[in-house]
Structures are given as structure tokens and as C-alpha cells.
């Protein structure tokens, strides 16, 4: 191996170290300060050394991490998921409280836009964490969801959660997806065969 293939070779270490392992290390860093509820210098001291043990120890394969993100499009995800989450608290609320109970319940089968491992992960999240529906199982490779939604006895309830699904998944593409998953975004989706 002649020297300029080694500088070349290590330059394209440092440009996959800059882009995948730092974030992580930040972040797991972040974590551990949160965890300890401290953000004094030997907390992040620790954090950091921690993140590297972790991820010198553990490697995970590179995620590649879209480079897109609007403000505007998270603000209004964040603004919007927000209320869908109070809402949402409110009715789980309700239904658990309400002499009648719990008369219906329904797995739901929701066909997504997006194949990007990244951002359908993201919008599983933000989905599952919206009361009174769980994500009971996830295709990726058919881009698939099935959610468990909790009360409804009729045919549009079942259809009004499915566009809740379908519209935090098109927040978050827009927030931060990538250009391929904008595009996938304006596409038809694929049928949904059972």
C-alpha cells in the first residue's frame, strides 16, 4: 500500500468517523448527563468516556443519517404531534372512565411511504407513542405497520386513525427525511396486499 492509497484510506476514516461516530458519542453523552441528572465537567467527562467505551466496544454498523432537516417542518411535527398526543390523553381518558368501557378495539394495517430504515423508525416512534395506539408489528421491507387502536366501533374511526398514521409519517419525512424519501412522500403508495 503506497502512501497516497493509506492518506486516502484514512481520510475516509475520519469523514465516517466525523459523520456517524461523533453524533453518536454526543448523543450518548447527552444521555448519560441526563441519566445522572448532573451537567457538571466530570459528568460530561464521564459521559464521554463512556460513549467511547460503548462505541469502540459495541460498533453498530454505519446508519446513514439524511443531511435534510427544516425547522419549520419539525416545528410544525412537534406542534402538531404535540396536540395529537393531549388529544389523544384525553380520550384514553375518557374511555377508561366511561361506565360502558371498552367495546371495540382494532389492528389497523397501514401501508407507509418511506424505505428508509431511519425515518420509518422515527415515524414508528412518534406513532407509538400517540395514546390509545400501539404498534403491534412492523414490516420494513414492506413498508408495513399494523396498529393497535384502542376504541372504535365504526369503520371511520378505523380509516380517521389510519390518516393519523399516514400524516405523522409525512411530518417527520418532511421534517427530516431525505430527498428520496420526499419524493417516495408524493409517489403512490404500494397496495397493501394481505
Not at 412518534?126 to 412492523?138: E, H, K, M, N, R
Not at 409525512?170 to 408524493?186: F, H, N, P, Y
Request: glycine share 4%; hydrophobic share 50%; proline share 6%.
Amino acid at each position: 500500500m503506497n502512501t497516497d492509497t493509506r492518506h486516502v484510506a484514512n481520510a475516509r476514516r475520519i469523514a465516517v468517523a466525523w459523520r456517524y461516530d461523533v453524533p453518536l458519542v454526543a448523543g450518548l453523552t447527552v444521555l448519560w448527563a441526563l441519566l445522572w441528572g448532573s451537567w457538571t465537567p466530570l459528568t460530561l467527562l464521564c459521559g464521554i468516556v463512556v460513549a467511547l467505551l460503548v462505541t469502540q466496544a459495541l460498533p453498530l454498523p454505519p446508519v446513514p443519517l439524511s443531511t435534510r432537516f427544516s425547522i419549520v417542518h419539525a416545528v410544525r411535527f412537534l406542534v402538531v404531534w404535540s396536540g395529537l398526543v393531549v388529544a389523544a390523553s384525553f380520550r384514553v381518558a375518557w374511555v377508561a372512565f366511561r361506565p360502558r368501557g371498552v367495546p371495540r378495539s382494532s389492528i389497523v394495517l397501514v401501508q407507509l411511504h418511506t424505505t428508509s430504515e431511519m425515518t420509518f423508525t422515527l415515524a414508528t416512534l412518534a406513532i407509538s407513542l400517540v395514546p390509545g395506539s400501539y404498534v403491534a408489528d412492523v414490516d420494513l421491507r414492506r413498508r408495513r405497520l399494523l396498529v393497535h387502536v384502542l376504541d372504535t366501533e365504526r369503520i371511520e374511526q378505523v380509516e380517521q386513525e389510519r390518516r393519523i398514521v399516514l400524516r405523522i409519517e409525512a411530518m417527520v419525512i418532511r421534517a427530516l427525511g431525505s430527498k428520496q424519501d420526499v419524493s417516495e412522500l408524493s409517489g403512490p403508495r404500494p397496495e397493501v396486499t394481505r
